[in-house]
């Protein structure tokens, strides 16, 4: 009988060690999809601003401090001079490349991610999906004509976003209102909407 209590505390040892592991295991994993997915926007020309990780996962496992990023300007030339300074900021190659659906789905590798700018006429509602899963996004700005109210469905579960630009959609003022129902913190800015050939653009803020 004397012999059961050193026993369950020797489970206990190989469970909490079992954890341990599962959870160093799934978070160096996040940390290799954040840099491929890093690596993949880089080479289509995508800015991006961010900060240098060192924590004590990095520390443990003896790794160099990764690259987080914090902020990705997507498809447009123009967003090189837009991102914010005083971080560092990725090496990126000449070319832009406008993304499409396929392109999108590796954002969900990026968790820290607050600001988000999408240029593209290539993505559809659908390929915006992936976008539910940064938690931490604040501003997100769309200049994508092929996007509808459908498109606005997957902003619902961020629960940190408060400015949301759209330029040259095919969202309503409909769909605008609704996911403004849904957070009373949300400011929605310059919208333009495509409509039987013509062109106009409405603002609404909290």
């Given at each position: 009988m004397r012999f059961?209590?050193?026993?369950?505390?020797?489970f206990v040892l190989f469970g909490v060690v079992a954890?341990?592991?599962?959870?160093?295991?799934?978070?160096?994993?996040?940390?290799?999809?954040?840099t491929d997915a890093i690596n993949r926007y880089a080479r289509m020309g995508a800015h991006i601003r961010g900060v240098n990780i060192d924590g004590w996962l990095?520390?443990?496992t003896g790794r160099k401090p990764h690259f987080s990023a914090t902020e990705l300007c997507m498809g447009d030339p123009k967003?090189?001079?837009?991102?914010?300074?005083?971080a560092f900021v990725a090496m990126m190659e000449n070319r832009i490349v406008k993304?499409?659906?396929?392109?999108?789905?590796?954002l969900s590798a990026l968790r820290s991610l607050k600001e988000l700018k999408i240029t593209s006429d290539k993505v559809t509602d659908s390929g915006l999906a992936p976008i539910a899963n940064l938690k931490e996004l604040e501003v997100l700005e769309l200049t994508l004509p092929r996007m509808t109210?459908?498109?606005?469905?997957?902003?619902q579960a961020l629960p940190h976003l408060r400015v949301l630009r759209l330029t040259g959609t095919?969202?309503?003022?409909?769909?605008?209102?609704?996911?403004?129902?849904?957070?009373?913190r949300l400011q929605i800015q310059e919208v333009a909407a495509i409509s039987q050939g013509s062109h106009s653009v409405r603002t609404k803020s909290a």
């Amino acid at each position: 009988m004397r012999f059961k209590s050193p026993l369950i505390w020797l489970f206990v040892l190989f469970g909490v060690v079992a954890v341990v592991c599962a959870y160093l295991n799934a978070s160096l994993k996040d940390v290799r999809r954040e840099t491929d997915a890093i690596n993949r926007y880089a080479r289509m020309g995508a800015h991006i601003r961010g900060v240098n990780i060192d924590g004590w996962l990095i520390k443990l496992t003896g790794r160099k401090p990764h690259f987080s990023a914090t902020e990705l300007c997507m498809g447009d030339p123009k967003c090189f001079n837009e991102i914010g300074t005083g971080a560092f900021v990725a090496m990126m190659e000449n070319r832009i490349v406008k993304p499409s659906d396929s392109d999108l789905i590796h954002l969900s590798a990026l968790r820290s991610l607050k600001e988000l700018k999408i240029t593209s006429d290539k993505v559809t509602d659908s390929g915006l999906a992936p976008i539910a899963n940064l938690k931490e996004l604040e501003v997100l700005e769309l200049t994508l004509p092929r996007m509808t109210d459908s498109g606005l469905q997957c902003l619902q579960a961020l629960p940190h976003l408060r400015v949301l630009r759209l330029t040259g959609t095919r969202v309503s003022e409909v769909g605008t209102a609704k996911l403004k129902g849904m957070n009373a913190r949300l400011q929605i800015q310059e919208v333009a909407a495509i409509s039987q050939g013509s062109h106009s653009v409405r603002t609404k803020s909290a």
